[in-house]
């Protein structure tokens, strides 16, 4: 009988242990479960939605309520402005630098010593004196690439009277004239039609005849020397032209016309060659280049 009683017991007791053992496991599975959701909620609730959208924060967002995501845009060079009329694209926009305005700031840069210095020499260039030639020039058209200037009685070349030298007295002392076809041929024997404009020889230099003809067109306004009136203004730039691009100053096209361009290489020519950057064609450089 008391065996019987001490097996009913054990019996009981592994019962209970295992029905305690049971609540165990059913109560951990349940905080696992629980771990694993509450997480999940939260990451859902701080994931923001596609850009450019508002959203709402969830519980404990506080602040973050109606957030505006900032928009991201990348531009590129190829987007399109459209412009009042063209409608162009702005590359093509910023492409179009005005020529003559860019070189003539460099120009004017050099002359008042500015930060548009010559950059140093180019050791593989040609060096020394340069051989005249003649160039094959198609000077009996006007060329529509450059800028032209207006006659005006009362200008006067800028910065000129501060150019040290008796040999840059004819800057000084230039200011246009407008006369008529039978004034300059009366006072002037050599006057050469060069690219829609007429110009006159007098002491050493070709000077714009203005008045000469009602459509003639100028290029620049000024003095430009030659030794001879054989040499007209048109082959004199080009050789100058020819000189600085062997050297490294000049990269345009030899094209005969004292352009905003060929101006601002002469500068920095005469600037490295210690002479007054003029920017123009005068007898100083040209002895420098020995072509005077």
Known sequence: MRILLVLTSCVGLALFAGAAQQDDQDSNK????????????????????????????GP?????????????THYKNTQKWHGPVTGQTETNMSNRTNLNSSKSNKLESIQKGGTEKWKGPNLNAKQGKFQKQHFDLQTNKVVNKYKTVNFNQNYKIAGAHNWKG???????NYHPEWHD??????????????????????????YPAWGYAP???YYYDGPIYASSPEEDPAQVVANVQSALQQQGYYQGDIDGVLGPQTRAALAEYQSAQGIEPTG???????ETLGMA
């Open 181 to 206: 076809t039978w004034w300059w041929n009366w006072h002037h024997p050599h006057v050469v039609f060069i690219y829609g404009g007429w110009y006159y020889w007098d002491n050493s230099y070709w």
């Open 60 to 72: 404990g967002g506080g602040n973050a309520q109606n957030f505006q995501q900032p928009t991201t």
């Open 30 to 57: 349940g905080k696992k479960k629980g771990g694993n959701a509450q997480p999940q909620q939260q990451q859902q609730q701080v994931v923001a939605p596609q850009t450019g959208k508002k959203f709402k924060a």
């Open 215 to 217: 459509s003639s067109v």
């Open 280 to 286: 123009a064609v005068d007898e100083p450089t040209l």
């Open 166 to 172: 008796a040999k840059y007295q004819v800057f000084v």
